[in-house]
Nanobody, 121 residues
Framework: QVQLVESGGGLVQAGGSLRLSCVAS????????MGWFRQVPGKGPEFAAG????????YYADSVKGRFTISRDNAKNTVYLQMSSLKPEDTAVYYC??????????????WGQGTQVTVSS
């Protein structure tokens, strides 16, 4: 069992930056591939970024590539999402999630409660 708690969301102007954090409970965090998803009202979760447990390979959606950076600190059981050059279309609830599978499989087993990111124009 893994419990995930996100933080770091908020209101930011377009062009600004935010860093989201996700702290995981459990002793096996390092064996989980972690992902960040985002969701807007009326739509399903959209994959934004992922990082594998085995070699730290990162994956990004085309919409965030070059602007977002995912990283993890296994000693702190934490995964981060550094978001820069934010756009109004990045406004969403951001969720972190954990999987024993691959980052882009979409089959995530555990989800956090989400944190709201709002980008004003």
């Amino acid at each position: 069992q893994v419990q995930l708690v996100e933080s770091g969301g908020g209101l930011v102007q377009a062009g600004g930056s935010l860093r989201l954090s996700c702290v995981a409970s459990g002793r096996t965090f390092s064996r989980y591939t972690m992902g960040w998803f985002r969701q807007v009202p009326g739509k399903g979760p959209e994959f934004a970024a992922g990082i594998s447990w085995s070699d730290g390979t990162t994956y990004y959606a085309d919409s965030v590539k070059g602007r977002f950076t995912i990283s993890r600190d296994n000693a702190k059981n934490t995964v981060y999402l550094q978001m820069s050059s934010l756009k109004p279309e990045d406004t969403a609830v951001y969720y972190c999630a954990a999987t024993r599978g691959t980052a882009t499989s979409g089959e995530y087993d555990y989800w956090g409660q989400g944190t709201q990111v709002t980008v004003s124009s």
